[in-house]
């Protein structure tokens, strides 16, 4: 499914960006099992910015249907705070790390082991 994220962002007056994820619709489905709720949203969207090496701290998270009918957008908006470096806590569940693609899940793997 992360191969699958399409990303945008936008830079706002106050210097935090606002970023807009569009997830094909029935990938979403397969995961969360047509579970739409903001906590999936968060979940998703902090493994996204986890896997892209992105610090921004995530905020006002939502999801919601995209224009196109195939499509899921889950929106946010980032906040950097002087560069800090954001400690993820959070990893993926088992369900989650059982689905993934094989190469995201080497990647994810990789990047854990980098950090210890």
């Known amino acids: 499914m992360i191969n699958s994220i399409m990303d945008t ?22 995961i969360y099992e047509g579970n739409y709720s903001n906590e999936n949203a968060a979940d998703i969207l902090t493994y996204y910015l986890e896997m892209r090496g992105d610090d921004g701290k995530p ?7 995209a224009e196109s009918p195939n499509m899921v957008e889950i929106q946010a908006d980032l906040e950097y705070f002087h560069n800090e470096h954001t400690d993820y806590v959070k990893s993926p569940g088992h369900f989650f790390l059982d689905i ?3 190469k995201d899940k080497d990647v994810w793997i990789q990047q854990k082991n980098d950090n210890r």
């Open 59 to 65: 905020k006002n998270i939502y999801i919601k249907q």
């Open 9 to 30: 962002r936008m830079r706002r007056d106050d210097g935090h960006y606002h970023i807009n994820l569009k997830i094909p619709k029935d990938e979403y489905e397969v």
């Open 100 to 102: 993934m693609n094989s």
